[in-house]
């Protein structure tokens, strides 16, 4: 299926996809991620706004329920991070990562600790924040101090996993106080505000990236300007430029439990919290049949607990033929060579509600193509799926390096796509290590073996540790440039070698400056 390399076409997946393609062909298109197969319909179908379309028996209750889960599971994800950041008493930090109450953020002062299990793939090239905000609360105040010459960003989503406002130096943004506010507001742009940025959502979340080198003292030289990223509500606002230590927040030692306790979005989670998405997220165009559909569902299942066992029978099939699969990159975006995917849409989702729920599974609040390019690989070059206890080559020919105008990194993640324990060794590598050894011809060779091969040799830079069992390579390339992408650039395959063979590949290597692309 487009959009679903390595994905069987299930026949619950085809009438799913088949249900929701016919909804949006009369007046938004056929959706990018899902497959392009004529409709069974002979007209548009019309809908009145909030109008409920009536389910009257468990057939009609599961074919409704699976195409809900497709659409609504990246949404049901904010709602549960917003659910349990309601609960977060103040600022602080738990297992590694940033929370806050609602309508604040919260910073770290360093890339993301090793092992951490709250979110997939985190990377290990910048300092993370993260908030989420309810608009219809109040609108916030989000602080953009003067970075200078580093590469940073804001992401701005809103409930649908979507970006709705350009914020990072890819974007040229100023220093200065930027006003967010949900799709009703309608108040005076306040004196000191640089710009008004809207979410088409009642909820949004922002998370900032800021990058910083591995040379000695560039993430402290990044942590002033660290300091003065925060988010409060617009009565907090004074018109100056507030600071605080991000190194002085407490420990929250009940959060992340609370968090990892609550296991994700699941089905009966998701059929309680249905009636608040299809309240909170409004319709785009060309939804309005679908949302008919979605409130039956939810009236149905309010009315009749036997459709309610229905609903929720079929929502676990969907999530063990369709979601769960969706984990795994290869069934993540298109299809490129040497088994790379990559996605094209990433966080302008718009109606592809497939490429959305992949992206929100395996590797959530990804950013849009023209901010960051995510290359993901599960297998080798041959096809089989990468092992921790074989040893790969990537080569990067000499001009071939990643298109950056920002930053580029490689990352090995585990099975369940966290990081591996920092002790067996690097897991990441670069454009921020300055150390990178070129071949005499220019070419960049990375090593990706056992922690065991190569955890006395952590020093050579282009040798990557590999948990045991199966794990994955993530390529990211930050303000990528998107003409030499567009011209059909992609990164080298992960051929398998004996194991000595590739260390001793990666080492013969000398340090050099990097080649010009």
Request: overall charge neutral; some cysteine; charged content about 20%.
């Amino acid at each position: 299926m487009a959009g679903l390399p390595g994905l069987a076409p299930t026949l619950a997946l085809a009438g799913i996809v088949v249900a929701l393609t016919a909804t949006l062909l009369g007046s938004a298109g056929t959706p990018r991620g899902v497959a392009r197969r004529p409709a069974p319909v002979a007209a548009p179908v019309v809908a009145a706004a909030n109008a409920v379309e009536a389910l009257a028996n468990a057939a009609d209750v599961r074919r409704i329920a699976g195409e809900a889960y497709v659409w609504g599971w990246p949404l049901a994800y904010v709602h549960q991070c917003r659910t349990a950041l309601e609960k977060v008493p103040r600022i602080g930090r738990s297992e590694g990562m940033p929370f806050a109450p609602i309508n604040q953020l919260a910073m770290l002062v360093d890339t993301v600790a090793g092992r951490s299990m709250l979110i997939p793939c985190p990377n290990q090239d910048v300092i993370y924040g993260f908030g989420v905000f309810d608009l219809a609360d109040t609108p916030v105040v989000i602080q953009v101090p003067d970075f200078g010459d580093r590469v940073w960003m804001y992401q701005l989503g809103d409930q649908r996993t979507d970006s709705f406002a350009d914020i990072g130096c890819m974007h040229g943004t100023r220093p200065g106080a930027y006003l967010v506010v949900g799709p009703r507001w309608s108040g005076p742009t306040p004196p000191g505000i640089a710009a008004v940025l809207r979410c088409p959502t009642r909820y949004a979340y922002c998370l900032p990236r800021v990058f910083f080198t591995a040379e000695p003292g560039d993430r402290e030289a990044a942590l002033p300007a660290v300091n003065r990223i925060m988010a409060y509500p617009l009565a907090d606002f004074t018109g100056a430029m507030r600071t605080t230590d991000w190194a002085r927040t407490k420990w929250l030692p009940a959060v992340a439990g609370r968090i990892r306790r609550g296991g994700g979005v699941t089905p009966e989670g998701f059929l309680r919290a249905l009636p608040d998405l299809l309240a909170d997220v409004p319709p785009l165009a060309g939804e309005e049949p679908l949302y008919a559909r979605l409130r039956g569902l939810a009236a149905a299942v309010a009315r009749d607990p036997a459709l309610a066992a229905a609903a929720l029978e079929a929502l676990e099939e969907a999530d063990a033929e369709i979601v769960a699969p969706l984990f795994h990159f290869r069934n993540v975006g298109r299809r490129l060579p040497g088994h790379w995917t990559t996605l094209d849409n990433g966080a302008a989702f718009g109606t592809d509600y497939l490429a959305r729920t992949a992206a929100a599974k395996s590797n959530v609040f990804v950013n849009r193509s023209c901010e960051t390019r995510y290359y993901y690989l599960d297998l080798d070059a041959a096809g089989a799926r990468l092992a921790g206890d074989h040893a790969y080559v990537l080569t990067f020919p000499a001009g071939s390096l990643p298109p950056s105008r920002g930053f580029w990194s490689l990352t090995v993640y585990d099975d369940r796509h966290r990081l591996p324990d920092d002790a067996t060794g690097r897991h990441s590598v670069g454009s921020r290590d300055p150390a990178l050894a070129f071949g005499p011809d220019g070419s960049l060779t990375i090593a990706v073996g056992p922690a065991g091969a190569s955890a006395d040799a952590r020093g050579s830079v282009n040798r990557l540790s590999a948990p045991a069992g199966e794990f994955s390579l993530y390529l990211r390339i930050y303000w990528p440039d998107t003409s030499l992408i567009d011209a059909g650039w992609t990164p080298p395959a992960a051929r398998i070698v004996p194991r000595p063979a590739a260390m001793a590949r990666a080492d013969s290597r000398s340090p050099a400056a990097r080649p010009a692309d």
